[in-house]
C-alpha cells in the first residue's frame, strides 16, 4: 500500500490541505513521503509583473521562498513522526505537471497526492489545471484533495409581519 507519497507543495491553503491529507495517509500506512515545489517560468513571470519596482535576483527570490515553503512543509510532516524528504526544481526546463509526474518516476512514488482549487468552466481554461495534467498522465495513483467550496453568505429575506397600525416591519 502507498509507502511512497509525493506531495506537490506551494504554500497555499489548498496546497496545504493536499500535504494535511497525504500526512494522515502515511501515517496509516507508514509510508515516507517526499515534498516537491517547483519554480516554473509562470511564477517567474508572475513574480516579476506583481514586483516590478524590485531590481534584485528574481530567480534567487523564488528559490529562498520554495525553500522556505518546503521546510515548513516538511515541519509539519516531521511533527506528525513521518519520515520526510524534499526537493526544490528549478530549471525551467517543462511545466509544472512535467516536472512532479518526473519526479514521481525517479523517486519511485506510489501515490501522488495534491491540493487542487477544482475550478471549472472559464476558469479552468484560462488558468489551466496543473491538477488535471498530474491526473491525466502520471503513472502512479493520484488523489486530489479539494479546497472547499466557497460559503456564499446570502441575506435572508425579510418577512413581513403586520403591525397594529397596518404598517410593515421587518424582522
Not at 495534491?114 to 502512479?140: F, K, M, N, Q
Request: net charge negative; charged share 25%.
Amino acid at each position: 500500500m502507498y509507502q511512497r507519497i509525493l506531495v506537490p507543495v506551494d504554500g497555499s491553503s489548498t496546497s496545504n490541505r493536499g500535504l494535511d491529507e497525504a500526512a494522515r495517509l502515511a501515517k496509516l500506512t507508514q509510508g515516507r513521503m517526499r515534498l516537491i515545489h517547483v519554480v516554473d517560468e509562470l511564477s517567474f513571470a508572475l513574480a516579476m509583473d506583481a514586483h516590478s519596482g524590485f531590481a534584485g535576483d528574481w530567480l534567487k527570490v523564488l528559490r529562498e521562498n520554495g525553500a522556505r515553503i518546503l521546510d515548513e512543509s516538511r515541519a509539519t510532516v516531521e511533527a506528525a513522526g513521518i519520515e520526510v524528504e524534499t526537493s526544490l526544481c528549478d530549471t525551467f526546463s517543462g511545466s509544472v505537471h512535467e516536472k512532479v509526474i518526473a519526479e514521481a518516476v525517479k523517486w519511485g512514488a506510489d501515490l501522488i497526492v495534491l491540493g487542487t482549487h477544482g475550478r471549472r468552466g472559464v476558469g479552468r481554461l484560462v488558468l489551466g489545471s496543473s491538477a488535471e495534467h498530474i491526473l491525466r498522465y502520471a503513472p502512479v495513483p493520484v488523489l486530489l484533495v479539494r479546497a472547499p467550496e466557497e460559503k456564499v453568505e446570502r441575506p435572508e429575506k425579510p418577512r413581513h409581519i403586520s403591525q397594529p397600525t397596518g404598517a410593515l416591519a421587518f424582522e
